[in-house]
Structures are given as C-alpha cells and as structure tokens.
C-alpha cells in the first residue's frame, strides 16, 4: 500500500514563531487532506489539497504532486495551534480510503 | 449544522461484553466512515459505505467487528465479543462526495475500554 511520511515527528516553538510541516507520500495521489487533531483529540480537516496551494488564515498548505509532497505552513503560531497534525492521501480516485501518516506533534509555548 | 455525532462518548466494558458504537453523520453526505485510532498502529479505517452500502470492509480485523448502515443518517459499529485490544478510539466521518468534495468530517470519538 501507499506510504506516508511525516515529518518532523514533534516539534516545540514559542507563540508567535512560524512552522512548516513536511508529508512524504510514496505513490501518485488523487487526493491528499490535512487535518489538525487538538488536544481533546477532536479532528479537524484543514485542507484538501490534491495539488497546488491554498491559504486559509494564519494556515497555507502546498502539495507538489509529481515530487509526492505536501507541506504546511503555520505562522504567528498561537497555543490553540498544539495538537497533532496529519496528512492523509487516497490513491485511486473513486477508492475512498484516505491512508493516514503518523503525524507531527506539534506544542506551542507561551 | 450539527456535525457528525457519536455516541455515547466513552464506553467501559468488561472482555466478553457485546459493545455498539452509535454515528449519525453530517445530513446530506453520501460517504460513511469508521476510523480506530490507537498508539500503536495510528489512524486506521476500518469500514466505509456509499449511500448506506458498504463499499469497502478490508480493515475490520475481525469477525468479531460488524457495521451496518439501515439509512442515511444512521449507523453502528458492534464488537461482539470485546477483548481488551479492542480499547481504542473509535472515529465515524463522514463526507459529500457527490456534488461536493472529498473531504471527510470527524466526530468526536468513541474512547472504548475493554477491561
């Protein structure tokens, strides 16, 4: 099956400091999201991202499709932005299971 | 909108006991899925339906797992009997694949206990 990496694995800043988180995917995709799973372990989708960039508030996300990577971005980090975040992909189109990396840790310091 | 709802949100059980996780997804969306997330193996989808059918059941790792979906806002996950590597966080999402996107919505979890 398809691989997905994440990295860094976990990641600690100071608030206000900006980040940028790497996914790794071994095999074409037709679909490839971003979700933030928040202390109380709720998980949020961010974005959808197949290829190309997107910008949502403080958040942006690029996946560059034919070097199999997504990253994203997150500036003027804030406390609330702690959590896991994960990159899921689907391979083939109309096959609707997302395959999950093992997600970024990542913790905002005061 | 209310947003997928799971219930009941945490469940203790003893091995043996029969267990039902119970989702009602976003009204509207066509795809249902459930998710296990444990720390040892990460997120893993489990089952998925399209239009209450299920589609794909490769990741229920078990007989002992079954799924319906009896109608569009509706659906259960049984364990019976539980063990106690059944102790998990248990995820429905749910998305709007026709006339929408592909991404999928989660609830809030099921965190069960098999003792």
């Known amino acids: 099956g398809i691989q997905v990496e994440q990295s860094p694995p976990d990641l600690i800043l100071q608030e206000g400091a900006n980040s940028t988180l790497r996914c790794n995917f071994s095999?074409?995709?037709?679909?490839l999201q971003w979700f933030h799973q928040n202390p109380w372990g709720q998980l949020i989708n961010l974005f959808y991202i197949p290829s190309g960039t997107k910008q949502n508030g403080r958040l942006s996300a690029t996946t560059v499709a034919t070097e199999r990577y997504s990253l994203l971005y997150i500036s003027s980090s804030q406390t609330t932005d702690s959590g896991v975040y994960f990159c899921a992909v689907e391979k083939d189109f109309g096959n609707e299971k997302l395959t999950f990396g093992t997600g970024t840790r990542l913790t905002i310091i005061p | 909108d209310a947003g997928v709802i799971q219930s009941p949100r945490h469940e203790v059980t003893e091995m043996g006991q029969e267990v039902t996780l119970r989702c009602k997804p976003i009204?509207?969306?066509?795809?249902l899925f459930w998710y296990r997330q444990t720390m040892m193996r990460g997120l893993e989808l489990l089952i998925y339906f399209n239009n209450n059918v299920p589609i794909d059941d490769s990741g229920m790792p078990e007989d002992r797992f079954s799924a319906k979906m009896p109608n569009a806002s509706f659906s259960t996950l049984k364990i019976q009997p539980s063990e106690p590597r059944d102790s998990a966080v248990y995820f429905c999402?749910?998305?709007?694949?026709?006339?929408?996107?592909?991404?999928?919505?989660f609830g809030p979890g099921t965190r069960l206990t098999v003792t």
């Open positions: 095999d074409s995709v037709n679909n």
């Open positions: 009204s509207g969306h066509d795809y």
């Open positions: 999402a749910s998305s709007r694949r026709t006339g929408g996107g592909p991404e999928q919505y």
